[in-house]
C-alpha cells in the first residue's frame, strides 16, 4: 500500500486555511442543510440565508447527473461553499477521482458525500447491463458499466432484496475509503467519506449509517472561521 506525498504548496490556493473545518462539522452542516432545504421545499417560511460566496469549500459531493440529483441547493449552502461532481450514476472514472483528489489534497475539504438518488435511472441501466451480459457498448460506456453498477447486487444481511442505489452508494463510498490517495487523510479522521440516498420527491437527504466511533456530538466540535469555509 502506498502512503502517497502530500501536495506541493504552490498548487494550493492563496490564502486557503491551514487546517480544514473537522470532517465531523461538515458532514453535520450538511445534515442540517438538507433539513433546512427540505423544509423549505415543504413550504415552509424560513429566513434567507446568508447568500454572500464563499471564500473555499468545506465538502463535496459527487453524485448523479440526472436532472435534481444533486447540486448546492440540496444543503442549503451559500454560492461556492460546496462543490458538486455529477457522473452517470455517480461513477468513479479518472476525471471524477481526480477531482476528489484535487478537493481533499489541495482544497482541504472535510468531506466527500456519495449522493445517490431513488429510481436513478443510470444505476438501473448499468445493473441490467452488467447481468444481462449484453454486446459490448460503444465510446466509454462498457468501462462504465463496472463501476455504475457497483454494489447493486449486494444482499442486507436478512436477505431480502436489495435496494440497488444504497448497494451503489456503499459500494463506492468503501471504493473511497480504500484508495491509496486519499488513505492518510481518512484513517486520521481529516477526512470523511460519507454516502447519502436523495429522495427525488421529498428532496430529503437519508445519510447511510456509519461506525460507532465516528460519531460525534454536536457540543464535542471544534468551531471554525464561517467566514471562510461558508456560512
Same mark, same amino acid.
Not at 423549505?40 to 465538502?59: I, Q, T
Not at 478537493?103 to 482541504?108: G, I, P, R
Not at 486520521?188 to 421529498?202: N, P, Y
Given at each position: 500500500?502506498?502512503?502517497?506525498?502530500?501536495?506541493?504548496?504552490?498548487?494550493?490556493?492563496?490564502?486557503?486555511?491551514?487546517?480544514?473545518?473537522p470532517s465531523a462539522q461538515a458532514l453535520q452542516r450538511l445534515v442540517a442543510g @438538507?433539513?433546512?432545504? /427540505?423544509?423549505?421545499?415543504? $413550504?415552509?417560511?424560513?429566513?434567507?440565508?446568508d447568500a454572500a460566496p464563499a471564500a473555499f469549500p468545506f465538502a463535496l459531493v459527487v453524485g448523479c447527473l440526472e436532472p435534481g440529483a444533486a447540486g448546492e441547493e440540496l444543503f442549503a449552502e451559500r454560492p461556492g461553499a460546496i462543490?458538486?461532481?455529477?457522473?452517470?450514476g455517480p461513477s468513479l472514472g479518472a476525471?471524477?477521482?481526480? %477531482?476528489?483528489?484535487?478537493?481533499? =489534497?489541495?482544497?482541504?475539504?472535510?468531506?466527500? =458525500?456519495? =449522493?445517490?438518488?431513488?429510481?436513478? &435511472?443510470?444505476?438501473?441501466?448499468? $445493473? @441490467?447491463?452488467?447481468?444481462?451480459g449484453r454486446p459490448p457498448l460503444p465510446g466509454a460506456l462498457g468501462d462504465w458499466v463496472p463501476t455504475a453498477a457497483? $454494489?447493486?447486487?449486494?444482499?442486507? %444481511?436478512?436477505?431480502?432484496? %436489495?435496494?440497488?442505489?444504497?448497494?451503489?452508494?456503499?459500494?463506492?463510498r468503501a471504493q473511497l475509503r480504500?484508495?491509496?490517495? =486519499?488513505?492518510? *487523510?481518512? /484513517?486520521? &479522521?481529516? *477526512?470523511k467519506i460519507a454516502g447519502?440516498?436523495?429522495d427525488?420527491?421529498?428532496?430529503?437527504?437519508?445519510?447511510?449509517?456509519?461506525?460507532p466511533d465516528e460519531v460525534v456530538e454536536a457540543a464535542e466540535l471544534p468551531r471554525t472561521d464561517p467566514s471562510r469555509y461558508g456560512s
Amino acid at each position: 500500500m502506498a502512503v502517497p506525498p502530500s501536495v506541493p504548496d504552490w498548487m494550493r490556493p492563496e490564502g486557503l486555511p491551514t487546517h480544514r473545518m473537522p470532517s465531523a462539522q461538515a458532514l453535520q452542516r450538511l445534515v442540517a442543510g @438538507n433539513g433546512r432545504h /427540505r423544509r423549505e421545499c415543504a $413550504g415552509e417560511n424560513l429566513a434567507p440565508g446568508d447568500a454572500a460566496p464563499a471564500a473555499f469549500p468545506f465538502a463535496l459531493v459527487v453524485g448523479c447527473l440526472e436532472p435534481g440529483a444533486a447540486g448546492e441547493e440540496l444543503f442549503a449552502e451559500r454560492p461556492g461553499a460546496i462543490e458538486c461532481v455529477r457522473t452517470a450514476g455517480p461513477s468513479l472514472g479518472a476525471d471524477t477521482m481526480a %477531482a476528489i483528489e484535487y478537493a481533499a =489534497l489541495v482544497q482541504n475539504v472535510g468531506i466527500v =458525500l456519495v =449522493l445517490g438518488h431513488r429510481n436513478c &435511472g443510470a444505476v438501473t441501466a448499468a $445493473g @441490467n447491463a452488467r447481468s444481462a451480459g449484453r454486446p459490448p457498448l460503444p465510446g466509454a460506456l462498457g468501462d462504465w458499466v463496472p463501476t455504475a453498477a457497483a $454494489g447493486t447486487a449486494a444482499l442486507p %444481511a436478512d436477505g431480502a432484496a %436489495a435496494d440497488p442505489v444504497t448497494g451503489h452508494v456503499r459500494a463506492l463510498r468503501a471504493q473511497l475509503r480504500g484508495a491509496d490517495s =486519499l488513505l492518510t *487523510l481518512t /484513517r486520521s &479522521g481529516q *477526512l470523511k467519506i460519507a454516502g447519502g440516498v436523495l429522495d427525488d420527491d421529498t428532496r430529503g437527504i437519508d445519510f447511510l449509517s456509519d461506525e460507532p466511533d465516528e460519531v460525534v456530538e454536536a457540543a464535542e466540535l471544534p468551531r471554525t472561521d464561517p467566514s471562510r469555509y461558508g456560512s
